[in-house]
């Protein structure tokens, strides 16, 4: 079956634009994750769905980003006025039920590059 | 704060010989501790979980308390062992998986 996807693969921005960042989830599952890789920085949490609720949004840098998840499915992440320091991979991930110790399943990121 | 700390950005070993990829975490409560892997153009995937007590590809990491670590071991390193290896500790508060910097190992043939 196909697993975690999202897209675009790649994404090339000016400083101020806003980006828009799209993840499919694997089918069924409940649990949805956002995460950012910065070179040298590791995986930082930003952001996990229940459903199409968020508990915990303090993982978000700062209020530029947003996400949303509609359908019990498809994610979409947002950054507003986009930084140079907004550059990084971005990589969702979803798990069958709820909860962190759940095995997760990696998409192959989206690539941002912020000009 | 949880935290989760890998000392070593790089690791090369030779082939055949015993790997240790080390990991010491901080956390407040009872933790739960995996391994992800991510070999060159591939996603990050799932290696082991501490509650499994399971060895996968050769690989094993025994959970101690007492030192707050969670090292990854091997007896015999595999060229295809070469990727990124990234400890994480689980926050059962807020669902949050906390990684670290991650560890790229080198496999010398």
């Known amino acids: 079956g196909a697993g975690v996807s999202q897209s675009p693969s790649n994404k090339v921005t000016e400083k101020g634009k806003d980006v828009e960042l799209r993840c499919d989830p694997i089918?069924?599952?409940?649990?949805l994750y956002w995460y950012r890789q910065s070179l040298g920085q590791g995986l930082e949490f930003l952001i996990y769905?229940?459903?199409?609720?968020?508990?915990?949004k303090s993982g978000l840098p700062s209020d530029r980003f947003s996400a949303e998840r509609t359908g019990g499915s498809v994610s979409t992440l947002t950054i507003q006025r986009t930084q140079q320091e907004d550059s990084a991979v971005y990589l969702c991930a979803s798990s069958l039920v709820r909860g962190g110790s759940d095995t997760q399943y990696f998409g192959p990121g989206t690539r941002l590059t912020v000009l | 704060a949880q935290r989760v700390t890998q000392p070593e950005k790089l690791l090369s070993v030779f082939k055949g010989a015993p790997v240790e990829l080390k990991c010491n975490y901080s956390y407040s409560g009872s933790p739960e501790l995996f391994w992800y892997v991510q070999y060159s153009r591939q996603r990050l995937q799932l290696l082991l979980r501490h509650i499994s007590r399971e060895s996968i590809k050769g690989f094993t990491a025994d959970l101690n308390k007492g030192e707050t670590s969670f090292h990854l071991k091997k007896p015999f390193a595999q060229e295809e062992d070469s990727a990124m290896y990234y400890c994480?500790?689980?926050?059962?508060?807020?669902?949050?998986?906390?990684f670290g910097t991650g560890t790229r190992l080198t496999i010398i043939p």
């Open positions: 769905f229940q459903g199409n609720s968020a508990p915990d």
């Open positions: 994480a500790l689980v926050n059962f508060g807020n669902e949050k998986l906390t």
């Open positions: 089918s069924g599952h409940t649990a």
